[in-house]
């Protein structure tokens, strides 16, 4: 499946005015810039104030960004030039200064190509307490549910999926469930039908 067509149209209507790739490294500093939704979507400040977040919105540091049932979002995740959709009943954060928390819901992230000599780098992101590293060509969706089940699944690129007991490599095409009730080495398998109708119907 090819996903680009969308991400890069998006990126190439507002890179020019907003910065969206830059040169050399990335710099230090993460940010979740707004660039379009459907329904309503909270800012949630690091005192629990909840505000609409829209056009020209920012978060940074420990704000996070919620979106409500039947909702969705897509984020400009700095300093990758990535891009976040989140779907309904979802809440992310930054982790620190690099890395996104999925702290409930689903996401799905990727990174398009951008003009050359510029580059691409691997995407991290927590899926509660998990690390899960995306390739610098990697789209990848993450599911973080209310009962802890943590689903990744993968459809360009790979993810490394870094476990308390060690780490797997998820590539394109497949899917893991991690349930932290049950400790046995994950299976991964190709993505389901189900997985593949929400890749179809609200991915990229």
Not at 13 to 35: C, D, E, F, H, V
Not at 45 to 60: E, L, R
Request: with cysteine; hydrophobic share 45%.
């Amino acid at each position: 499946m090819r996903r680009w067509a969308w991400l890069v149209s998006l990126l190439v209507g507002i890179s020019a005015g907003n910065g969206l790739w830059s040169q050399g490294a990335p710099p230090t500093k993460g940010a979740l810039l707004y660039r379009e939704s459907v329904g309503r979507v909270w800012l949630i400040q690091p005192a629990g104030q909840k505000v609409p977040f829209g056009v020209k919105g920012v978060a940074t540091g420990a704000a996070a960004i919620e979106t409500a049932q039947k909702s969705t979002a897509v984020l400009h995740w700095a300093p990758y030039a990535a891009l976040v959709k989140m779907a309904g009943d979802t809440m992310v954060r930054l982790e620190g200064e690099r890395a996104l928390k999925v702290e409930r819901g689903r996401i799905w992230v990727g990174s398009p190509p951008p003009p050359p000599p510029l580059r691409r780098y691997p995407l991290p992101v927590f899926a509660g307490d998990l690390l899960v590293v995306g390739t610098h060509d990697a789209i990848f969706s993450v599911l973080v549910t209310p009962k802890g089940l943590r689903r990744i699944s993968v459809d360009q690129g790979a993810c490394e999926v870094f476990l308390p007991t060690g780490s797997l490599r998820l590539p394109s095409g497949m899917m893991v469930d991690l349930i932290p009730s049950e400790p046995v080495r994950p299976i991964i398998s190709p993505l389901s039908y189900q997985e593949k109708l929400l890749w179809d119907s609200g991915g990229f």
